[in-house]
Every structure is written in structure tokens, then in C-alpha cells.
């Protein structure tokens, strides 16, 4: 080889030789710099909503408590006072076909005793519409009830009217189940016709019950 090409050629790998090892040692740019973030480790907030009461939810409840007399009309005076503090239970169904707002159905029943040692049973059937709102892990509602009820007196008996309105508040226990506590105004009217109508007469109970709700 002549002596001018091989000086060229040790001119070239001189040069060379640093740009390799440059690239060589280089970032890598086969992988992102900013890893993407993980995913799936907590759940956002935004997934749970703020009203668990959304359209399509279902819930039953019991209930059982004290029956109250309030009043009795046309009776004054002590006309609430012939009847005893009594009790009372309940089983309702409500579907939510709004956000925060149910329909559904309620079968009650309720006892008092009288001052003549005899006992009054009412056993209402209704219809309900209802709204619910939660601060968690309370929860709130309030209902209003139209429908009838059947009463039994000394072994007489009579279909009338029934109307109830009142509401609770409740705490989630458990993701379906909410414990909680309710009152409600019973309006029962017992209505007669064709001459007897001087026998009207309107009655009303307090109710005040523990409810158990289960979501289902």
C-alpha cells in the first residue's frame, strides 16, 4: 500500500472511531421517555355517581314500628284517646323510573286497641311515589301513598279510602342494604252512604317505624 493511502485511511478511522462511540452511548429512543400512566390501580371518583337512585334500580323494604293516634273526627276531644298506642309493619317495592324518583307498591298493616278492650286492624294496600336524595352514607326520601285499606271491628268490616304521606332517613350499611328510620301520617276516613252518612268518620295515625332496605 502506498504510504499517502494508509495515512488516509488512519485519517479516516480516527474520525470515525469517536462518532461510533457517541451513538453508541446515546439515549435510547427505542422506548418512550414519559412512561403513559398507569391505569386500573384506583378507581376514579367520577365512576361512582353522586345519587346511587338511578333509573332501573330496584329496592324492597320492611318495616315495623308504633301506630299512633293522632285524631279522630268528627269526634272531638278525647275522640283520639279511645284508641291505644298500637303497632304496625310494612312491605313495599319501589322501582326508580327517574333519576331520585320511585314508584311502586305498599301492603301495611296496623292494630290498636280501644277503651272497650276490643282491637282495630287496618291492612292498607296503595300505590307510591317517592323521591330520594343521599349525602353518603345518609340517605333521604320522602312518599306520599294513595290507595285502600280494609278495617276490621268486631268482626265487622269495611273497604275505604287510605292516604299516607311522611318520609326517613336512612344510613347505607352495606353497598344493598340501608338501615334507617321513618314517619309517616296516616289519613284513613271510614265513609258510609245511603242515610248512614251521619256515621262518617276520619281518622288519623302517626306512624313511626324502623326501616330495612334492600337494594337490590
Do not use: C
Not at 500500500?1 to 488516509?8: C, E, L, N, T
Not at 386500573?40 to 324492597?60: K, N, R, V, Y
Not at 344493598?176 to 258510609?192: A, D, K, M, N, R
Amino acid at each position: 500500500m502506498k504510504p499517502h493511502s494508509a495515512a488516509i485511511l488512519a485519517l479516516a478511522a480516527l474520525i470515525l472511531l469517536p462518532l461510533s462511540a457517541l451513538h453508541a452511548e446515546g439515549p435510547d429512543t427505542s422506548a418512550p421517555a414519559i412512561a403513559p400512566p398507569a391505569t386500573g390501580e384506583a378507581p376514579s371518583t367520577e365512576e361512582t355517581p353522586s345519587s346511587p337512585f338511578l333509573p332501573g334500580e330496584q329496592q324492597l323494604e320492611l318495616s315495623a314500628g308504633f301506630h299512633i293516634p293522632a285524631f279522630l273526627l268528627p269526634i272531638a276531644g278525647a275522640g283520639a284517646g279511645n284508641l291505644y298506642l298500637g303497632g304496625s309493619f310494612g312491605f313495599s317495592y319501589q322501582y326508580f323510573v327517574a333519576r331520585s324518583f320511585a314508584v311502586g307498591g305498599n301492603l301495611s298493616g296496623a292494630f290498636n286497641g280501644t277503651i272497650g278492650g276490643s282491637t282495630v286492624f287496618l291492612a292498607p294496600l296503595g300505590a307510591t311515589a317517592s323521591y330520594w336524595w343521599t349525602k353518603l352514607p345518609f340517605e333521604f326520601s320522602v312518599l306520599a301513598e294513595g290507595g285502600a285499606y280494609l278495617m276490621r271491628y268486631n268482626n265487622n268490616g269495611i273497604i275505604d279510602p287510605f292516604a299516607k304521606a311522611g318520609g326517613g332517613i336512612y344510613w347505607r350499611a352495606a353497598p344493598s342494604w340501608s338501615l334507617g328510620i321513618q314517619t309517616y301520617l296516616w289519613f284513613v276516613p271510614e265513609i258510609h252512604y245511603a242515610g248512614y252518612e251521619y256515621l262518617n268518620q276520619y281518622a288519623g295515625f302517626v306512624e313511626t317505624s324502623i326501616g330495612a332496605i334492600y337494594h337490590l
